[in-house]
């Protein structure tokens, strides 16, 4: 079983920064990919950014390239998004997902943080 939990969210201004985190816990050693997707009110949930344990290039969104940055802890289950510039279009619950090697088509997802952007 693995725990996902993800922090960091809050009220913020049209162009400032905030730094989302996700920690996963329990049998996290098969870990392949952690991810982030957010739901805003009345929409579908969207990707925004994936991180691969096997290495390589991160996967965005084009929404937030440029200014949404994913990074992971060195030494734990834990990945970071970092947002810069944000906009009141990125008002959403951000979720966070944990892939595991043995049960990729059924990932773990935390219960989310609400991020609010004021318009």
């Known amino acids: 079983q693995v725990h996902v939990v993800e922090s960091g969210g809050r009220l913020v201004r049209p162009g400032e920064s905030l730094r989302l985190s996700c920690a996963a816990s329990?049998?996290?050693?098969?870990?392949?990919?952690m991810s982030w997707f957010r739901q805003a009110p009345g929409k579908e949930r969207e990707f925004v950014a994936r991180?691969?344990?096997?290495?390589?290039?991160?996967d965005y969104a084009d929404s937030v390239k440029g200014r949404f940055t994913i990074s992971k802890d060195k030494y734990k289950t834990t990945v970071y998004l970092q947002m810069n510039n944000v906009k009141p279009e990125d008002t959403a619950v951000y979720y966070c997902?944990?892939?595991?090697?043995?049960?990729?088509?059924?990932?773990?997802w935390g219960q989310g943080t609400q991020v609010t952007v004021l318009s």
């Open positions: 329990g049998r996290t050693e098969s870990t392949i990919a």
């Open positions: 997902n944990t892939v595991l090697r043995y049960r990729s088509d059924s990932p773990y």
């Open positions: 991180m691969r344990w096997s290495g390589g290039s991160p």
